[in-house]
Nanobody, 123 residues
Framework: QVHLLESGGGLVQAGDSLTLTCRTSGRTYSRVGMAWFRQAPGKEREYIGSINWRTEDKYYGDSMKGRFTISRDYIKNTLYLQMHSLKPEDTGVYYC????????????????WGQGTQVTVSS
């Protein structure tokens, strides 16, 4: 079993930067990809980006390219999300997720999720 724990969220001002961390523990040998998603109040969950855990190839949602950067530390089994030039519309709960099937953005193929970390961007 795998456990994911996000951290690093908080209240920031528009234009600020923030880095989220997702620490993982447990069974990781069958991991294919990890991803970040977010969900704003009253909106559907949105794909931010994902990473091929083995090759470190990265993929991003169309609207996420440029301000968001995914990275991982293979030894520490940790996933990161760097966010720059944050906007109020980036407010939401940010989740990391693990997949044993994919490293692309189909959330249905991610079977382990963290509890989320809140990011609030004030204008």
């Amino acid at each position: 079993q795998v456990h994911l724990l996000e951290s690093g969220g908080g209240l920031v001002q528009a234009g600020d930067s923030l880095t989220l961390t997702c620490r993982t523990s447990g069974r990781t040998y069958s991991r294919v990809g990890m991803a970040w998603f977010r969900q704003a109040p009253g909106k559907e969950r949105e794909y931010i980006g994902s990473i091929n855990w083995r090759t470190e190839d990265k993929y991003y949602g169309d609207s996420m390219k440029g301000r968001f950067t995914i990275s991982r530390d293979y030894i520490k089994n940790t996933l990161y999300l760097q966010m720059h030039s944050l906007k109020p519309e980036d407010t939401g709960v940010y989740y990391c997720a693990e997949s044993r099937l994919t490293f692309y953005g189909n959330s249905d193929e991610y079977d382990t999720w963290g509890q989320g970390t809140q990011v609030t961007v004030s204008s």
